[in-house]
């Protein structure tokens, strides 16, 4: 069976738990405890970070890859555009998010208070910034739930737990995210460390 090695309080294991519950996969966690990381995280991936797939002979890491390949791998809901160049622009948005948004989140877990409060400026305007786009429509992508959903929800739920109070005019974003966290597939990829993070 495949194995997903994954962090309890993990952002990017949160992803990849979300989109094997939304495909409906057979699986099992091992759960990390990333305080006294085991040595077979390293041997799987080079740096050394969870989440991490394991497939019979297929090793993955990269919690946007190992979506992807459940995505490919495993019966519909397709939660990628099946066009080529929507396609394209559904990982050109992925990249971007990465880029600009989640590259920072390891400084609102670690950083000093003063790199934490810069960050937390910074991801709430980059989360301000994304109001426009789903005003208009139901998911990320339009009417129909996708990757982009399932890779931005988890900070979404992060939000009181990194103290980033978005502004009013942000609250398209909010009713968006009720509506993702409302899927039960979102429920049941949450741990119990996870599930109190939000009040
Ligand atoms: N870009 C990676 C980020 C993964 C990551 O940062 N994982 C953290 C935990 S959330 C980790 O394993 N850090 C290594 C450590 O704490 O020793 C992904 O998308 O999978």
């Known amino acids: 069976m495949m194995v997903l090695y994954s962090g309890s309080t993990c952002l990017f294991s949160h992803r990849c738990r979300f989109v094997l519950y939304e495909k409906g996969m057979d699986f099992e966690i091992n759960d990390i405890d990333l305080l006294d990381k085991p040595k077979e ?48 622009k559904a990982r050109l948005l992925l990249f971007n998010f990465e880029r600009e948004i989640f590259l920072h989140v390891d400084n609102l877990e670690n950083g000093s208070e003063e790199i934490q409060q810069s960050t937390r400026a910074l991801v709430k305007d980059k989360l301000t910034q994304l109001t426009p786009i789903i005003a208009k429509s139901k998911f990320m992508l339009g009417d129909e739930f ?35 966290f409302s899927r039960p597939a979102f429920s049941e990829g949450l741990t119990s460390h996870e599930k109190v993070m939000r009040r």
């Open 146 to 180: 996708s990757m982009i959903d399932a890779a931005l929800a988890p900070l979404l739920w992060r939000l009181d737990y990194y103290q980033i109070l978005l502004p009013d005019s942000a609250a398209p974003l909010m009713k968006y995210a009720e509506r993702v």
């Open 41 to 88: 995280i390293t041997s799987m991936n080079p740096y050394g970070e969870v989440p991490v797939l394991v497939e019979r002979e297929l090793t993955l890491y990269e919690s946007n890859i190992i979506n992807e390949f459940i995505d490919e791998r495993f019966p519909p809901p397709q939660l990628m555009p099946t066009d080529p160049a929507l396609r394209a």
